[in-house]
């Protein structure tokens, strides 16, 4: 069974991972170079706990913080769009 800080952890670096994928979707700009700096700093406070168990709050803050990373990554991450197919003129009912 999984321990409440297992638990947090895995969230933890779940988060991390989906972070990453999205900030390196990004152009590569000197904005992206800052949020994967920053996401390096939140892999060193993770890897941190190995030596020291962080309270609830520094864990949820932790967590909040690579949120906030990826949401700006998703917002400046240029999008793919999908061509509809042309109609045929027939409109079906």
Not at 13 to 33: D, F, I, N, S, Y
Request: positive net charge.
């Amino acid at each position: 069974m999984m321990s409440a800080v297992d638990d947090r952890r895995a969230r933890v670096e779940e988060a991390l991972r989906e972070a990453a994928v999205t900030v390196a979707r990004m152009p590569e700009t000197a904005g992206a170079r800052e949020l994967k700096g920053r996401l390096e700093g939140y892999r060193r406070a993770l890897e941190a706990w190995d030596r020291g168990r962080p309270t609830d709050e520094q864990a949820e803050a932790l967590l909040e913080c690579i949120h906030e990373v990826r949401r700006i990554a998703v917002t400046n991450t240029p999008t793919v769009r999908r061509r509809s197919r042309k109609s045929s003129g027939t409109i079906k009912p």
